[in-house]
T-cell receptor, first 115, second 110 residues
Framework: DGGITQSPKYLFRKEGQNVTLSCEQN?????MYWYRQDPGQGLRLIYY???????QKGDIAEGYSVSREKKESFPLTVTSAQKNPTAFYLC??????????????FGPGTRLTVL | RKEVEQDPGPFNVPEGATVAFNCTYS??????FFWYRQDCRKEPKLLMS???SGNEDGRFTAQLNRASQYISLLIRDSKLSDSATYLC???????????FGTGTRLTIIP
């Protein structure tokens, strides 16, 4: 089955620790994205990548880092500099490359709780 | 002003009724429009794209009004399984970035 996987589903970390969230897709999509969702708020874009070895900051990139070494993978690191990291993190992908129909497909998400 | 605005609800609607949501967007250059559905504690999933001429998919009808910069979603003969949060999403042509509304929560009551 083609799709997007995220792991782990739930993650607990102590304050001050860095943590890396995994995102893998086998849809052969060029573009990948990371969002965070907080209760009562819409999805906010953290980082996105339109092609391998390239990525751009989204609206709330501070305290986060990403890499895109492979087309299939787009891991997100939540660093200790992120002031309020507890949230629901969603990874998505789309065909990319300026296609007019830029539907995004989402992974199941990771719920991060920082204690 | 938010780029994409939706009435957060909640909308509590009896089964079988018709319900309509509106969403307004601020960027007149927006070209692509979508409705996503998000179940509680799950990821968003595409419900339907919204085309200039309007489009229908079974019980769901989406319409776009570019002059007034709003899109709408109509659900007819609502089912219990329609209970979810509906997200309005817009983007510019060729720009893979999507802007999400905060969502409208719908509960269908038996």
């Amino acid at each position: 089955d083609g799709g997007i996987t995220q792991s782990p589903k739930y993650l607990f970390r102590k304050e001050g620790q860095n943590v890396t969230l995994s995102c893998e897709q086998n849809l052969n999509h060029d573009a990948m994205y990371w969002y965070r969702q907080d209760p009562g708020q819409g999805l906010r874009l953290i980082y996105y990548s339109q092609i391998v070895n390239d990525f751009q900051k989204g609206d709330i990139a501070e305290g986060y880092s990403v890499s895109r070494e492979k087309k299939e993978s787009f891991p997100l690191t939540v660093t200790s500099a992120q002031k309020n990291p507890t949230a629901f993190y969603l990874c998505a992908s789309s065909i990319g490359q300026g296609r007019w129909n830029n539907e995004q497909f989402f992974g199941p998400g990771t719920r991060l709780t920082v204690l | 002003r938010k780029e994409v605005e939706q009435d957060p609800g909640p909308f509590n609607v009896p089964e079988g009724a018709t319900v309509a949501f509106n969403c307004t967007y601020s960027n007149s250059a927006s070209q692509s429009f979508f409705w996503y559905r998000q179940d509680c504690r799950k990821e968003p999933k595409l419900l339907m794209s919204v085309y200039s001429s309007g489009n229908e998919d079974g019980r769901f009808t989406a319409q776009l009004n570019r002059a007034s910069q709003y899109i709408s979603l109509l659900i007819r003969d609502s089912k219990l399984s329609d209970s979810a949060t509906y997200l309005c999403v817009v983007s510019n042509f060729g720009n893979e970035k999507l802007t999400f509304g905060t969502g409208t929560r719908l509960t269908i009551i038996p």
